[in-house]
């Protein structure tokens, strides 16, 4: 008997008819013989709410007391999909992220996964149960308090759960068919996957693609799970992503995987910063301190008349207000004119692993934006990847462009989106 580990995102529980389309899609991997886990997300929009709520009665809410009201998203999509799989006669229990031992540091908001433990699953597995674990969330394993894994962190339990339980596959099921050369949402010519390699697909995560999680993808590529990313709606074949294609997964042979955007982002620009050693570690080192995560740095030229610099950055809009507070109060520390933010900013970004060995892509890319008429603001690369920054209102034909210019849109059918709202 295999085990399968079953992710639904929130839009495919969106409301009742929804839970009860999915617990059919979980009794018929049951009925094929398989013992099945499945993790839930909340319902539809339910976590924007609740931080949208939280932010009603508090501006900073302490993050112990956010994460112990976002898990509750999840607590009512587990309890629910488990009764409309019992109410098809089939038994199932429900579990919170704590009771499937899924142990975490005590980072609040954004809590890593330190260790699964995951006896109680397997205990409902063996009794024959169809087990329901909460996504999202696990608990701390220091102070015992509950955390949540950050947005999104849903696919991050479903692939922690697959490698503590040895699992043969995890299956991401989400609104749209699988992994395209861009978001369908943006672009309708967008192409589906047929298999694409963990190295490519943490970038296109990482920069913004989220139809996957980076760290789901990260720790899916450490213990070596295959995932399989499908939609709930249609009985269609996905993306598989893996290490090495498998049977009659199809490997295309193009330089670019695909475009990603983001506009999740905003850009603190610290002005007039005296350009001598020290003063950037003395930024960023406070911005650490803050627990902020940054992505892109620029470090300007500085004026000779002056000796001063403009050091940017980009980090997400969730944390504008904790970085910029965080340097105001070292401001005397540190020694700057001033703060500039700007959350009017996207990212684009070109992942393909056959740009190592591609002279020109890099030229290619800048030529399509500007094309377009895109004023780029910033840039960083890795290996196969290129992002630049421009302004969030550009974003759409930016994509657009790019995946033109590559050669990426679809000469067949259109992206069906089947779901959710693209929040
Ligand atoms: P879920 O609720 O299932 O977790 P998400 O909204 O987190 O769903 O992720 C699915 C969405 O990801 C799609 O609806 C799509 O708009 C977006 N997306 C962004 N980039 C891509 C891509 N390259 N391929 C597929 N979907 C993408
Ligand atoms: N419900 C959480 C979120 O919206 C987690 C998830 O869906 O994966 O971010
Ligand atoms: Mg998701």
Redesign the pocket.
Known sequence: MGLVVQKY??SSVSDAEGIKRVAKRIVDAKKNGNQVVVVV??MGDT?DELIDLAGQVSPIPAGREFDMLLTA??RISMALLAMAIKNLGHEAQSFTGSQAGVITDSVHNKARIIDVTPGRIRTALDEGNIAIVA??QGVSQDKKDITTLG?????TTAVALAAALDAEVCEIYTDVDGVFTADPRVVTKARKIDWISFEDMLELAASGSKVLLHRCVEYARRYNIPIHVRSSFSGLRGTWVSNEPQGDQKVEHAIISGVAHDVSEAKITVVGVPDKPGEAAAIFRTIANAEVNIDMVVQNVSAASTGLTDISFTLPKAEGRKAIDALERNRGTIGFESLRYDDQIAKISLVGAGMKTNPGVTAAFFEALSDAGVNIELISTSEIRISVVTRADDVIEAVRAVHTAFGLDSDSDEAVVYGGTGR
């Open positions: 995102g929130g997300s909340a976590t998203g999840e996504g999202f947005r999104g962190g849903s696919d």
